[in-house]
């Protein structure tokens, strides 16, 4: 799947890489679905541009991991000026890369609407081929519309590819009746897509991933703000029960295990492995390539630069290393992702110092000699308790004793990593690391959730201690853990510890009906650990993180973009915005 970032299309067919309405104003070039798909050739470069929206830089490139769905408990926004986004709590109908977004899922829709419509126009093409190109985009349309849903509720549903300007204009259809549509896709889908197994990459869509993916969509159905409710005490059994079952699915497939390493599964995101541990942790990821230099001039991406590390330099002391790198953060990153004291408590409090000290920095990077060499000789590790006060600096081996710089400002957010990387030279913005969409761990805390809930914590402790075991943590037990509820809040912490800064920890919270509580606690939170003590610095820059926490109850869902409601008519707002 790596060609997904070296192909461009020759042709504009409807929507293909601009906007519905964009192209509609516009004559056909070159290609049109009239004349193309006559190949099979031609069939697999269009399904390539059905998987092209995950990877741009206003979907799983960037975006949405950070300004749309890092909105939450375990993170905070840090840089100089604040930016209208959800993270900061400063979203509105108009914030591009909500706008941005909302195109880019209804590009991808009308993409796989096209392909659907066309594959089976050449039946000189093998039936195989054209069945499991088929399968990929109904999965793909079916992906796309969950986010809609998770994201907005209600939207437009659009089964056929846009064809006029009139096609633009279509009311909202009901969350149910699209939830409806696309889990019976999915299971439509499933048994054409490879398994696993026969794929060399972590970007195409498997059985078994497709699977996972579905159990995550009956799980967040089953909570708060998506099922009906007329009928809740009935649809959390039903649905918790399917996404059981879906999990189950996977984990009886015995395709996919707990990688030994939990942090040689990022390595192997950030320098272009896949597998290196030979257990299919990464079950589905977005693949990156290249970063825009020279002829590596493909990325979209910039995971590992704005979610990542940073480096505690001064260029301004050597003008021709300012120059020749054009950033601050020079091969790294700019870090505007910092874990919370929330998240950095949580690891200290279980003891987990392999995903403590993997997910939240403990170093950044310094100059190795001089001010002219940045790289992780020069690593500045942080050897206080806490995220402040008195630290120790490692300089090319050698100890220093100094004080850390303010607080918990210095923990970015640390699971990708650029030093790492493969492609070089590095580029300031644009890197070529992936992002994981769907990871084995989750499937198994899936089953732990879905097990207690529906049975109690007694079948239920296998699947979350196979989790903890691997990042060295005991068991949680009858003794330990006796209750269900006890399991719950064990189960919502795991969650954190386990799957921070993977664009999952805030539709956790909206599902189990804690978003707006949780985020309104962290205010509290911040503003009571301020001063000399435990936290001192994490409150403080341009903007506080509590304004960042402080968020409206109605951002359990997203605005219809302007853009949206002046182009469609038909389409009402979400309610508060």
């Not at 096209?114 to 093998?126: F, Y």
């Amino acid at each position: 799947m790596k060609t997904i970032k070296y192909i461009f299309l020759s042709f504009l067919s409807v929507c293909l890489f601009s906007s519905c309405s964009d192209f509609l104003d516009k004559e056909p070039t070159k290609s049109t679905p009239e004349t193309y798909f006559n190949t099979e050739s031609e069939l697999k470069t269009f399904l390539l541009s059905v998987y092209n929206p995950l990877m741009q830089e206003y979907f799983y490139g960037d975006c949405y991991p950070l300004y749309i769905a890092g909105g939450d408990d375990l993170t905070f926004y840090q840089r100089s000026s604040p930016k209208e986004s959800m993270i900061c709590a400063t979203a509105s109908p108009g914030t591009p890369e909500i706008t941005s977004y909302w195109r880019i899922l209804y590009d991808g829709i009308n993409r796989a609407n096209m392909l659907m419509e066309n594959a089976d126009k050449n039946t000189e093409i093998s039936s195989d081929v054209r069945a499991q190109a088929k399968a990929e985009a109904l999965f793909l349309r079916s992906f796309y519309y969950f986010n809609l849903v998770q994201g907005w509720g209600d939207v437009p549903f659009r089964l056929e590819a846009v064809k006029s300007v009139e096609g633009l204009s279509i009311p909202r259809t009901d969350k149910q009746v699209i939830y409806d549509r696309i889990i019976a896709d999915i299971e439509t889908a499933i048994p054409d897509l490879p398994s696993i197994t026969d794929l060399a990459s972590p970007g195409t869509i498997s059985q078994t991933a497709a699977q996972g993916i579905l159990a995550r969509i009956y799980l967040f159905r089953a909570g708060e703000y998506h099922r009906d409710k007329k009928t809740a005490g009935t649809e959390v059994t039903e649905y918790t029960t399917k996404a059981r079952e879906w999990a189950l699915r996977v984990y009886n497939s015995n395709l996919h295990d707990l990688a030994p390493s939990y942090k040689q599964v990022f390595i192997d995101m950030c320098s272009d492995q896949y597998n290196s541990q030979g257990v299919y942790e990464s079950m589905w990821e977005v693949e990156e390539a290249g970063n825009r230099i020279n002829s590596n001039a493909y990325s979209a991406g910039r995971i590992g630069n704005t979610i990542g590390f940073g480096a505690n330099v001064d260029y301004s002391a050597n003008a021709s290393f300012k120059d020749y790198t054009g950033m601050r953060n020079p091969g790294y990153g700019y870090r505007f992702a910092f874990a919370s004291l929330k998240l950095y408590n949580m690891y200290e409090e279980e003891g987990d110092t392999e995903r403590g000290n993997w997910n939240i920095a403990d170093y950044e990077y310094t100059y190795v000699d001089g001010n002219s060499n940045l790289g992780i000789a020069g690593r500045k590790y942080f050897q206080g308790k806490k995220p402040n006060g008195p630290a120790n600096e490692i300089v090319d081996g050698m100890l220093y004793e100094e004080e850390a710089s303010s607080g918990n400002k210095t923990r970015s957010a640390a699971k990708y990593r650029r030093e790492y990387e493969s492609v070089t030279p590095k580029n300031k913005n644009f890197t070529p690391i992936n992002f994981p969409i769907l990871r084995y761990s989750d499937i198994l805390l899936i089953l732990a959730e879905t097990e207690n809930e529906l049975n109690g914590p007694a079948d239920a402790y296998q699947y979350i201690n196979r989790v903890r075991n691997r990042a060295g943590l005991g068991d949680l037990d009858a003794i330990n853990t006796p209750t269900k509820a006890d399991f719950t809040d064990a189960l919502k912490k795991e969650r954190a510890m386990e799957l921070c800064f993977e664009a999952i920890r805030r539709w956790d919270l909206i599902r189990w009906g804690e978003f707006y509580t949780t985020m309104q606690a962290m205010v509290s939170y911040v503003n009571s650990h301020q001063g000399t003590g435990v936290g001192m610095g994490w409150n403080t820059g341009h903007k506080y993180a509590a304004d960042y926490y402080n968020v409206p109850a109605s951002y359990v869902y997203f605005p219809i973009p302007d853009w949206e409601i002046t182009t469609n008519k038909a389409v009402t707002q979400n309610a508060g915005w």
